[in-house]
Nanobody, 121 residues
Framework: QVQLVESGGGLVQTGDSLRLSCAASGSFWRINLMGWYRQAPGKQRELVAN???????NYADSVKGRFTISRDNAKNTVYLQMNRVKPEDTAVYYC???????????????WGQGTQVTVSS
C-alpha cells in the first residue's frame, strides 16, 4: 500500500509564495513519476507540474516561470514552490505518484488527499 500525504496549503495574498510538500510512504519497489495536479471549483483536475520517469519536468503554461517542482529521492518527497501566486491559482492541489509496488505487478497511480490553496486578491 502506498500513501501520499500533502502539506503546505493555506490562505495567501496575491504575489506571495507558498511551498507544498508531498511525502510517499508504504511498501513499494519504485516511484516512476511524481507530480502535482490541481482542481478549482467547477473545473477539471489539471496537471500543474511533474517529473517524468526519465527525470525531466513538465509544467502547465499558466505556472511556467512562477512554480518550481523539486524532489528529494531519499525522502520520497516532492515539493512545489509557488511564487508570485495569483487568485487563479486557487484550487485544491493534489499529489500523484505512479508507483511500481513490486517488479511483477503493473505500476499504478496513487493520489494524496489534497491540500487547499486560496489566493486572495
Amino acid at each position: 500500500q502506498v500513501q501520499l500525504v500533502e502539506s503546505g496549503g493555506g490562505l495567501v495574498q496575491t504575489g506571495d509564495s507558498l511551498r507544498l510538500s508531498c511525502a510517499a510512504s508504504g511498501s513499494f519497489w519504485r516511484i516512476n513519476l511524481m507530480g502535482w495536479y490541481r482542481q478549482a471549483p467547477g473545473k477539471q483536475r489539471e496537471l500543474v507540474a511533474n517529473f517524468t520517469s526519465g527525470g525531466s519536468t513538465n509544467y502547465a503554461d499558466s505556472v511556467k516561470g512562477r512554480f518550481t517542482i523539486s524532489r528529494d529521492n531519499a525522502k520520497n518527497t516532492v515539493y512545489l514552490q509557488m511564487n508570485r501566486v495569483k487568485p487563479e491559482d486557487t484550487a485544491v492541489y493534489y499529489c500523484k505518484a505512479r508507483v511500481l509496488v513490486t517488479p511483477i505487478l503493473p505500476e499504478g497511480d496513487y493520489w494524496g488527499q489534497g491540500t487547499q490553496v486560496t489566493v486572495s486578491s
